[in-house]
């Protein structure tokens, strides 16, 4: 597992570092701290990681800047605060849990369970979408579907704008709502979009959706999507 603690107060960083290696002992393959908010955002740009610790007040920068920038990694974010009303604005950007300070090993170890068994309702309300000089704020209540392309995604709106993002459809898959489902291997749709389901002779499959658009759909993922509308 590889950790990455964002904290500027040593000595909480320390006594999370000591709790973790506690236990989790060998599963941490790699774990490093980071005290800004600026070391934060290059080490996870340049680093793949698979869970953030992350303290909502750096030294006076807000750690709402990373949380809005990575609201769309594949990674998990449990966030470390004492401040609970920032705590709850938090799991709009999906983060996995909350724990408050000061931390102690017991609920430590409940957010680490819920980690490892990857059982989560996903209630996130946004997603960051770089581009080139901003960043894009996405609700996803205004998504209609995402598409596969190039080894990245496009991501399609109700209004009809659309979106080039640099992650895989798997890493988003991870993140968002339960009412986006896969339908094929190229397409994750919001459910509540879908207007009928179509069959025909040879295996056709396709999703009508409110807009009028038509997407295919992979014969594997019909009985399931069947099933839930």
Not at 54 to 64: P, Q, R, S, V
Not at 138 to 156: E, G, P
Not at 178 to 202: A, D, E, P
């Amino acid at each position: 597992m590889r950790i990455l603690i964002v904290e500027d107060e040593t000595v909480a960083a320390r006594g999370l570092t000591k709790i973790l290696r506690e236990i989790l002992g060998p599963k941490i393959s790699s774990l490093h701290i980071e005290r800004t908010l600026l070391g934060s955002q290059c080490f996870v740009k340049e680093n793949p990681i698979d869970l953030l610790f992350l303290d909502l007040n750096l030294d006076g920068d807000i750690g709402f800047d990373l949380l809005k920038e990575t609201s769309a990694a594949s990674f998990f974010t449990i966030i470390t605060s004492g401040n609970v009303a920032e705590a709850i604005r938090a799991f709009e950007y999906g983060v996995l849990d909350f724990v408050p300070k000061p931390i102690s090993k017991e609920r430590i170890k409940m957010a680490l369970d819920k980690f490892q068994s990857n059982v989560r309702q996903s209630k996130t309300k946004y997603i960051g979408i770089k581009q080139e000089d901003h960043l894009q704020l996405v609700a996803t209540k205004d998504i209609l579907y995402i598409q596969s392309f190039d080894k990245r995604i496009k991501v399609f709106k109700k209004n009809g704008e659309k979106f080039i993002h640099s992650k895989s459809l798997d890493s988003i898959s991870k993140i968002l709502p339960n009412h986006f489902i896969r339908i094929h291997r190229s397409y994750i749709v919001n459910k509540k979009q879908i207007k009928s389901i179509q069959t025909g002779r040879g295996g056709f499959y396709q999703v009508e959706l409110l807009t009028g658009e038509n997407l295919k759909m992979g014969r594997n993922y019909y009985k399931s999507l069947k099933a839930t509308i």
